[in-house]
Structure formats: structure tokens, C-alpha cells
Nanobody, 115 residues
Framework: VQLQASGGGLVQPGGSLRLSCVADRIQDYDYYAVGWFRQAPGKEREAVSCISNSDATYYSDSVKSRFTISRDDAKSTVYLQMNSLKPEDTAVYYC?????????WGHGTLVTVSS
């Protein structure tokens, strides 16, 4: 089982990025809740957003109204659209999939917001 996170990069403040988390070899992906977490240098990992298997969503206060999470179960993929990016959004972003009796983490993708 693998989770592949991608879409990170360098962007200027106010810019946008879309992260993707693709699940490989996970059966019944539509039963999974998937979340995005991030970890900035010197800080603890924090939850950013998540989406349940019934499409209920959660956003941290720091990203609410700027980030949008969505899922395409046919592609076993969850997206995080990030708009109006700020320097404080700079971090390594990780995706996490929680299913019946299982919990999977992917490798991170680096997002750098800087002018």
C-alpha cells in the first residue's frame, strides 16, 4: 500500500497550488477518510484538512476559506486546492488515509511560499 503526495513547489504569496494524494493498492478506497497534515521546520505536525467517506470536510482555522479538499474515488485520489497562500503555509505536506483497521501515511511534498 502506498500513498503518493505530489503538487508541492515554490509559489509567491497570494498564489495557488493543488496537491494530490494518490492511493496505490488500497481496496475499497471509498471507505477511507483522507486527511492532509503539514509540518513546518521546528514545529509539530498539524492537521490541515480532511474528508470523510461521506464527503464531510474539516478545515483548520488557519486555512479555512482558502483551502478546499475534494476526492475522486474512481481515481483513488484526494486533492487539496490551496489558494491565497501565505508564507506561514510553508511546510512539508503529508496525506493520511484511515480505513477499517488501517492507517496509511504517504511521503510528504514540500510547499514553499516565498517572494
Amino acid at each position: 500500500v502506498q500513498l503518493q503526495a505530489s503538487g508541492g513547489g515554490l509559489v509567491q504569496p497570494g498564489g495557488s497550488l493543488r496537491l494530490s494524494c494518490v492511493a496505490d493498492r488500497i481496496q475499497d478506497y471509498d471507505y477511507y477518510a483522507v486527511g492532509w497534515f503539514r509540518q513546518a521546520p521546528g514545529k509539530e505536525r498539524e492537521a490541515v484538512s480532511c474528508i470523510s467517506n461521506s464527503d464531510a470536510t474539516y478545515y483548520s482555522d488557519s486555512v479555512k476559506s482558502r483551502f478546499t479538499i475534494s476526492r475522486d474515488d474512481a481515481k483513488s485520489t484526494v486533492y487539496l486546492q490551496m489558494n491565497s497562500l501565505k508564507p506561514e503555509d510553508t511546510a512539508v505536506y503529508y496525506c493520511n488515509a484511515v480505513g477499517p483497521g488501517t492507517n496509511h501515511w504517504g511521503h510528504g511534498t514540500l510547499v514553499t511560499v516565498s517572494s
